[in-house]
C-alpha cells in the first residue's frame, strides 16, 4: 500500500510539471507579450496623467507620420482636467515583432465624472530591442471617436459646467458655458437636485466632427442641434454624460432657441438615472422639452408649429407619439409632430395634475421593470386615469390648443 502511494506520488509530480510546462488543460504555454504591452499601457497612461510627454513618447513607436500623429493626440489632450487614465487589455494577437492589441480605455474628468467613462480601441504595436512599442492607437471597430482626436482642445469651465472644443475661439466656448449655467440650475429647480448639477459640452468644429464623436452617419444628425450620449437607467454613481452640439444647426438658432435646446438636453443628463427602457420616447422627450420651454413665454402655437398645421388641416393624431416617430433619419416634418405632441402632453400632466404629478409619473414610468405596462401602470398608481381617457384628453387638449 505504501509503495503504491509513493508512485502515485510520483505519477502526480510528473502531471503537475508538465501541466506547467504545456498549460493548463494541455493548451499552447501562456504569450508574456501581453503581459509586456500591459505594462507599456500603463506606462503610457501614467504619462498622460502626469502630462509627462517624454515618458509619452518613449511608449511609441520612433520616427515616421504615426509617431507624430501620437505626439499630436497627446498635445491635443493637454487642456482636458483629467483624474484617472487606464488601459485594459480585452484581446491580444501577435505575429512576431507585430501585434495587435483591443484594449478598453477608461478615464474620468476631474471633478465631473462620478465613474470612468470607457471607450474600446484598437492598438498596433511593433517590437524592437526586445521592447514593445504603441504603432497607434484608434477607435475600435464602430467604436466613437473622442473629441482630442479631432484636434487640439480648448476647455472653459463655467459654474455648473465644462465646455470642451475643437476648432472653437474661447469666445465662443464661453458663450456655451453661460447657457449651460443657467440651463442647470432651471433643471434642478424643476426636477430636484438628485443629480450632479453640472454638464460636460463637446462643441466640435463641425457636423461631421459631431458624428464621429457619436460613432455614426453624418447625414443622421444635420438638422439636429445637440444630442446627450450616456447609457439610459444608469445608476446615481453613472458617469456624467456629454452634451455633444452640432455647431452647424445650433449656429442657426436665436438666443431663445439655444438656450432650449442646452436646458433641454441637461433634463437628459439630470433625468437619466430615472429614463429606462420602460420609458416612451414621447415622455423622455416631451419632458425635456417642458422644462426647456418653462419661463420662456412660448404658447403651444409658437413652440409647435408643425402639429398646429396638421389639426388645422383636420389631422388631428390618433395616437401619442410611437418611439419611431423620434427617428432623425425619418420624415423632418414628423419627427417634429412627435417632439411636439410629447411635449404637450407633458405641458397637459402639469396644467392638469401639477408639476409635482408630473415628475411623479416621469419616475414611476422608469422605475418599471419593463416597458410593457409602465406607462399604464403609472396612469394608474399617480394620475388615477387610464391610458385610453389620458389619450383622450391628449387629443382634446391639442384641439384647444391648437385648434
Given at each position: 500500500m505504501a509503495g503504491r502511494g509513493r508512485a502515485s506520488g510520483v505519477v502526480?509530480?510528473?502531471?503537475?510539471?508538465?501541466?506547467?510546462?504545456?498549460?493548463?488543460?494541455?493548451?499552447?504555454?501562456?504569450?508574456?507579450?501581453?503581459?509586456?504591452?500591459?505594462?507599456?499601457l500603463d506606462r503610457r497612461a501614467a504619462a498622460v496623467l502626469a502630462g509627462d510627454a517624454a515618458a509619452y513618447r518613449a511608449t511609441a513607436t520612433a520616427g515616421g507620420g504615426q509617431r507624430t500623429a501620437q505626439d499630436a493626440g497627446f498635445g491635443n489632450l493637454?487642456?482636458?482636467?483629467?483624474?484617472?487614465?487606464?488601459?485594459?487589455?480585452?484581446?491580444?494577437?501577435?505575429?512576431?515583432?507585430?501585434?495587435?492589441?483591443?484594449?478598453?480605455?477608461?478615464?474620468?474628468?476631474?471633478?465631473?465624472?462620478s465613474a470612468p467613462l470607457v471607450a474600446a480601441r484598437t492598438l498596433r504595436l511593433t517590437r524592437s530591442g526586445g521592447h514593445w512599442y504603441v504603432a497607434s492607437d484608434r477607435p475600435a471597430k464602430k467604436a466613437a471617436e473622442q473629441l482630442w482626436e479631432q484636434g487640439a482642445v480648448r476647455a472653459v469651465r463655467g459654474e455648473h459646467s465644462l465646455v470642451l472644443g475643437v476648432g472653437q475661439s474661447d469666445e465662443t466656448l464661453r458663450g456655451y458655458a453661460r447657457l449651460a449655467d443657467r440651463a442647470a440650475p432651471a433643471v434642478s429647480q424643476a426636477w430636484g437636485t438628485d443629480w450632479a448639477g453640472h454638464v460636460v459640452v463637446l462643441v466640435p468644429q463641425s457636423l461631421e466632427g459631431m458624428a464621429e464623436l457619436l460613432g455614426?452617419?453624418?447625414?443622421?444628425?444635420?438638422?439636429?442641434?445637440?444630442?446627450?450620449?450616456?447609457?439610459?437607467?444608469?445608476?446615481?454613481?453613472?458617469?456624467?454624460?456629454?452634451?455633444?452640439?452640432?455647431?452647424?444647426?445650433?449656429?442657426?438658432?436665436?438666443?431663445?432657441?439655444?438656450?432650449?435646446?442646452?436646458?433641454?438636453?441637461?433634463?437628459?443628463?439630470?433625468?437619466?438615472?430615472?429614463?429606462?427602457?420602460?420609458?416612451?420616447?414621447?415622455?423622455?422627450?416631451g419632458y425635456a422639452d417642458w422644462i426647456g420651454y418653462l419661463g420662456t413665454g412660448r404658447t403651444a402655437t409658437q413652440a409647435a408649429p408643425e402639429l398646429?398645421?396638421?389639426?388645422?388641416?383636420?389631422?388631428?393624431?390618433?395616437?401619442?407619439?410611437?418611439?419611431?416617430?423620434?427617428?432623425?433619419?425619418?420624415?423632418?416634418?414628423?419627427?417634429?409632430?412627435?417632439?411636439?405632441?410629447?411635449?404637450?402632453?407633458?405641458?397637459?400632466?402639469?396644467?392638469?395634475?401639477?408639476?409635482?404629478?408630473?415628475?411623479d409619473f416621469y419616475r414611476a414610468v422608469g422605475d418599471h421593470a419593463r416597458r410593457a405596462g409602465a406607462v399604464e401602470d403609472a396612469l394608474k398608481d399617480v394620475l388615477h386615469t387610464t391610458p385610453e381617457k389620458f389619450t383622450q384628453q391628449w387629443r382634446e387638449y391639442l384641439r384647444a390648443q391648437l385648434g
Open positions: 502526480a509530480s510528473c502531471v503537475l510539471l508538465l501541466a506547467a510546462l504545456v498549460g493548463c488543460g494541455g493548451g499552447p504555454a501562456h504569450d508574456t507579450a501581453a503581459d509586456a504591452v500591459q505594462q507599456v493637454r487642456a482636458v482636467p483629467l483624474a484617472s487614465w487606464a488601459y485594459r487589455l480585452t484581446g491580444f494577437d501577435r505575429s512576431g515583432d507585430r501585434a495587435t492589441a483591443e484594449a478598453d480605455l477608461s478615464y474620468r474628468i476631474k471633478g465631473y465624472d455614426a452617419p453624418a447625414s443622421g444628425y444635420r438638422g439636429i442641434a445637440a444630442v446627450t450620449t450616456g447609457e439610459a437607467g444608469a445608476s446615481a454613481r453613472a458617469p456624467a454624460d456629454r452634451i455633444i452640439v452640432n455647431p452647424e444647426a445650433y449656429g442657426v438658432l436665436g438666443d431663445l432657441g439655444r438656450q432650449v435646446v442646452l436646458t433641454h438636453e441637461t433634463t437628459h443628463v439630470a433625468t437619466r438615472a430615472h429614463t429606462t427602457a420602460a420609458t416612451p420616447l414621447w415622455l423622455s422627450e398646429e398645421s396638421a389639426v388645422v388641416d383636420g389631422h388631428l393624431p390618433a395616437d401619442l407619439p410611437a418611439d419611431a416617430d423620434f427617428g432623425f433619419s425619418g420624415d423632418a416634418a414628423r419627427l417634429a409632430r412627435a417632439y411636439e405632441g410629447g411635449w404637450l402632453a407633458c405641458r397637459l400632466i402639469a396644467d392638469h395634475w401639477g408639476e409635482v404629478r408630473l415628475n
